[in-house]
């Protein structure tokens, strides 16, 4: 299983930016996909997930400024991101839960000036 994701940058505050992950060596469209994010000295938490059914979760701190979707076509799941914070700045991860085993992408920088 392989989960490259893309899409980090350098922004600034109040911009927006899509990540992109694409999944190998899974049937993607039965996968349950997530971001989670790890900001330099904590932990890694949730950002959002999207089920095999298109359900959605967000975290409340990105609630209403972030879409997460997918598309089974292209194997791809995608995290738009809006109104971008200082706080938001981390390293994004993609993942997947998947026949009971836990998969990480490689992460991506995603840094948001003042």
């Known amino acids: 299983v392989q989960l490259q994701a893309s899409g980090g940058g350098l922004v600034q505050a109040g911009e927006s930016l899509r990540l992109s992950c694409t999944a190998s060596g899974i049937i993607f469209s039965i996968a349950n996909m997530g971001w989670y994010r790890q900001a330099p000295g904590k932990q890694r938490e949730l950002v959002a997930t999207?089920?095999?059914?298109?359900?959605?979760n967000y975290a409340d701190s990105v609630k209403g400024r972030s879409t997460i979707s997918r598309d089974n076509a292209k194997n791809t799941v995608y995290l738009q991101m809006y109104s971008l914070k200082p706080e938001d700045t981390a390293v994004y991860y993609c993942?997947?839960?998947?026949?009971?085993?836990?998969?990480w992408g490689q992460g991506t920088q995603v840094t948001v000036s003042s």
């Open positions: 999207i089920t095999s059914g298109d359900r959605t």
């Open positions: 993942n997947t839960y998947y026949r009971v085993r836990n998969f």
